[in-house]
C-alpha cells in the first residue's frame, strides 16, 4: 500500500508543486493545508527510505511544521527547532525540496538545522536541550534593538525535563515579555520518556473530564470559525482548566499556558497559534503529537524508527541486514552475564536503553537499571553517589553526547577515584549524522584526567575482557568502541582480565611501528602489508589503553624503528597520538612520529568510507606516507 501510494504521489501534481517558499504556504486554502500535510509526510517516508534517516519523530510534526510556516514569517521570525532531526519536512518547505534526495549525504543537505544552509535555519540544533537557552538569547537581542518579529522555540517533551530547558525556564520571565514555546508532546523522547515531568505531562494530557469539556467548546468554536471569539475562548479556558488541573508548572516559571492542543488538528494548531502571537507574555503551547503518524510500522514501534537505516517501504524491513551483533548488543549481553556474577552492577543510560543495547538489561535487571532521561550530567553524578556507597555503574552514553559531563567526570568521579565505568558508544563515529553526531572529541576531552583508565578493543571478545577488568579494578573507567557491527569475533563463556596500560603486539616491525586503536588496527595491518610489498618492515600494535599507555613497550620499539605511526578514529590533535608522541619525546626519540586521525576542523556529513577516503584515512595513502617519511629519516641519518 506505501509503496503505491508514494508511486502516485511521484507521478501526480500535487499540492507540495506549488510550494517552496513558506509565503506559497500562506496562499492555500485549510483543505489544501491538509493535502499539503499529507504530500509532505510521503516525500519524507519515500526519501528516508532510500537514505536513512530520523523518521518517526518527523512524520509526527508534519501538521505542526505545516501551521507555523502558514502563521509566522522566518527568516524574520524565528524558528528554533530542539534537537533538530525533525526539520525534514521544515527544509522541504523553506527551499530545499528539489535537494531533499540528498538529505544526509556528502555534500548534500543536513539532517539537523544548520545555519550555513539556509537562511530559514535560525539555530543550529543536534544535542536535546539547547532549543529554549538560544531562543531566549535571540528574544532578548531581538528587545535590545527594539524589532518586533517573533521567536518561537520548538521543544520535546524529552528536552524539556532537560536540565538546560529547566535553567533557560528558570531565567524567562526576567529576560523577555515576548517569546512563544511550542511543547511538541509525543510522549517520547527516542525511547519512552521518564522521570517527573513526563508523568506531569501525562496528566495534563489524559485529564478525562478537562480534556471533554475541551473537546465540547473546541467544537462549538470550530462551527463559528472562532474570528473575534477566539481570543474570549482562550481567556475562557485559561480560567475554568484550574477546576480540572493541578497549576501548572510552567504557569510557575512565568508562560502563559495553552493546551493540550491536537498537533494533527492544522484548524486548532493555527487558532492557538494566533493566540500566541498577540500575547503580551511569554507563551507555551502544549501541543500532541503522534510520533511515526502515517506509516503503521513507524507508530507501532516509534523508538526502532526514530533513526532508521533504509527500508522497504511496504514491508517495513531494512534494506540490508548484518549477520553479526554490534558493539551495543555485545555491552549488553556481556553486562548481563557480568550482573549474575556480580550484584553490585548497576547500569545507567540516558534516555538511549535501546541504543546503547540496554533493553534486554533493563527488563532482566529492573531494580538495577535506571534511565534517567536526556540529562547526561546527572547520569555521571548520580553513578558517582552510587559508586561512593559501594555499588558498580556502568554508564552507557554516544561519544558525543557524553560531551557534555565532562566536567562531571572530572570533578564527581576521577577527583574522588570512584569506580564509574563509562561505555562511549559511537565513539569515533564519523558518517551521514553529520558533525553534531561525530563522536571524534572524547579521547582529547578524556585523555588528560588523573586517576582514568581509558580503553578501547579491537573487537567483540577483547570488549568484553575490558568490562571484565573494568568492573574488577575499582577505579574510573572509560571504553570507548564504534558504531554498528563488530568483526564476528566469539565471545569465550569465560572472560580474562587485562593487566592495566599492556598493549598488544599483532606484528613484529624493525623500520616502522604502528599503533592504531580497536577499529583502526584492520586498516593498519593493510598498510602494513603494503610497505612490505615496498621492502619495509612495519609492526602493527593493539594499544588497548589510551591512558595509561605501555611505555615499556614503547621505549623498546623506539629503539630501532625510524618512523613510528598512530592511527586512531578521532580528532589528531591532542589525541590518542599525541600521547605516544609525549612519550616518545621524555625518552628522547630522534624519529619520525607520523599521527593519523581526524584533522583540526568539523567533519562534514557523508559515508564513512567516503570521509576516510577524502581524509587521506586509507591503506594507500597511509602507506605512501610512511614510506616517504622513511626514506626521510634514513637520508638524514645518511648526511650524519
Known amino acids: 500500500m506505501f509503496q503505491s501510494e508514494c508511486v502516485i504521489y511521484q507521478e501526480m501534481s500535487t499540492v507540495l508543486d506549488k510550494v517552496n517558499l513558506p509565503d506559497d504556504i500562506k496562499k492555500l486554502s485549510l483543505g489544501e493545508l491538509y493535502l499539503l500535510a499529507a504530500e509532505v509526510r510521503m516525500m519524507i517516508i519515500d526519501s528516508v527510505s532510500k537514505t536513512g534517516g530520523h523518521l518517526a519523530a518527523n512524520l509526527g510534526v508534519v501538521e505542526l511544521t505545516v501551521a507555523l510556516l502558514r502563521l509566522f514569517d522566518p527568516p524574520v521570525d524565528k524558528i528554533v527547532w530542539d534537537v533538530g532531526h525533525q526539520t525534514y519536512g521544515y527544509k522541504i518547505l523553506t527551499g530545499r525540496k528539489d535537494r531533499f534526495d540528498s538529505l544526509r549525504q556528502f555534500g548534500g ?64 520571565a526576567h529576560t523577555t515579555k515576548r517569546l512563544i514555546v511550542i511543547l511538541n508532546d509525543n510522549e517520547m523522547s527516542i525511547a519512552a520518556n521518564v522521570g517527573s515531568m513526563s508523568r506531569y505531562l501525562g496528566e495534563l494530557l489524559a485529564n478525562p473530564q478537562y480534556n471533554r469539556w475541551k473537546r465540547s467548546v473546541e467544537s462549538f468554536a470550530t ?14 479556558e485559561e480560567s475554568i482548566k484550574g477546576f480540572f488541573l493541578r497549576s501548572v508548572i510552567f504557569e510557575e516559571f512565568g508562560l502563559r499556558y495553552i493546551g493540550p492542543i491536537d498537533g494533527h488538528n492544522i484548524h486548532a494548531l493555527l487558532d492557538a497559534m494566533m493566540i500566541a502571537k498577540d500575547s503580551d507574555r511569554p507563551i507555551l503551547l502544549h501541543v500532541s503529537t503522534r510520533k511515526g503518524k502515517g506509516y503503521a510500522f513507524a507508530e507501532q514501534s516509534p523508538e526502532k524508527w526514530h533513526g532508521t537505516p533504509g527500508f522497504d517501504i511496504e514491508s517495513g524491513e531494512p534494506l540490508s541486514v548484518s549477520k553479526f551483533p554490534t558493539y551495543s548488543m555485545v ?41 534517567v532521561g536526556i540529562s547526561e550530567e546527572h547520569a555521571v553524578v548520580f553513578a558517582a553517589g552510587l559508586a561512593a556507597e559501594g555499588f558498580v555503574p556502568v554508564v552507557a552514553i554516544y561519544s558525543t553526547f557524553f560531551q557534555r559531563a565532562i566536567d562531571c567526570v572530572i570533578h564527581d568521579v576521577c577527583l574522588q577515584n570512584l569506580p564509574v565505568i563509562f561505555c562511549l558508544d559511537r565513539a569515533g563515529v564519523v558518517g551521514d549524522d553529520g558533525p553534531t553526531h561525530h563522536g571524534v572529541f572524547d579521547i582529547a576531552l578524556l585523555r588528560p584526567i588523573p586517576g582514568l583508565i581509558f580503553m578501547q578493543p579491537k573487537d567483540e571478545a577483547e570488549f568484553a575482557n575490558m568490562l571484565y577488568t573494568a568492573v574488577r ?64 618492515s612495519a609492526g602493527v600494535v593493539n594499544p588497548r589503553f589510551i ?30 597520538g599525541s600521547g605516544i608522541e609525549e612519550v616518545l619525546i621524555s625518552y628522547g626519540y630522534s624519529g619520525r612520529v607520523l599521527k593519523f586521525g581526524w584533522p ?16 587521506g584515512l586509507t591503506p594507500d595513502e597511509i602507506a605512501n606516507f610512511i614510506a616517504n617519511s622513511l626514506a626521510i629519516a634514513v637520508a638524514k641519518e645518511h648526511k650524519k
Not at 483 to 497: A, C, D, S
Open 109 to 172: 543537505i543536513s539532517g539537523f538545522p544548520r545555519r550555513d544552509e539556509s537562511i530559514f535555519d535560525s539555530f543550529g540544533t543536534g544535542h536535546s536541550g539547547t532549543a529554549l537557552s538560544s531562543a531566549l538569547g535571540m528574544a532578548a537581542a531581538r528587545d535590545r534593538v527594539g524589532a518586533s518579529n517573533h521567536v518561537i522555540a520548538v521543544l520535546g517533551d524529552g528536552a524539556v525535563c532537560c536540565g538546560i530547558s529547566l535553567e533557560a525556564f528558570n531565567n524567562l
Open 223 to 236: 462551527k463559528l470559525k472562532m474570528g473575534w471569539l477566539r481570543s474570549a475562548y482562550y481567556k475562557l
Open 331 to 371: 555491552l549488553g549481553n556481556v553486562l548481563q552475564r557480568l550482573a549474575d556474577q556480580d550484584k553490585r552492577i548497576i547500569a545507567i543510560t540516558a534516555a538511549m536503553a535501546s541504543g546503547t543495547g540496554l533493553s534486554r538489561y533493563a527488563e532482566r535487571f529492573p531494580n538495577r537499571f535506571f534511565d
Open 473 to 536: 579494578l575499582g577505579r574510573p573507567v572509560a571504553i570507548r568502541y564504534p558504531r554498528g557491527v563488530g568483526t564476528g569475533k566469539p565471545i569465550l563463556p569465560g572472560f580474562n582480565e587485562i593487566p592495566v596500560g599492556s598493549a598488544e603486539v599483532i606484528r613484529e616491525g624493525k623500520e616502522v611501528q604502528v599503533w592504531a586503536l580497536g577499529d583502526m588496527i584492520s586498516l593498519a595491518e593493510k598498510a602494513s602489508d603494503l610497505l612490505k610489498e615496498k621492502g619495509i
Open 547 to 576: 591512558r595509561p599507555l605501555d611505555v615499556e613497550l614503547i621505549e623498546s620499539q623506539a629503539k630501532t624503528c625510524k618512523v613510528f605511526v598512530t592511527i586512531e578514529n578521532g580528532v589528531a590533535s591532542s589525541g590518542f
Open 600 to 615: 583540526d576542523e568539523f567533519i562534514p556529513q557523508g559515508k564513512s568510507n567516503l570521509l576516510m577516503e577524502k581524509y
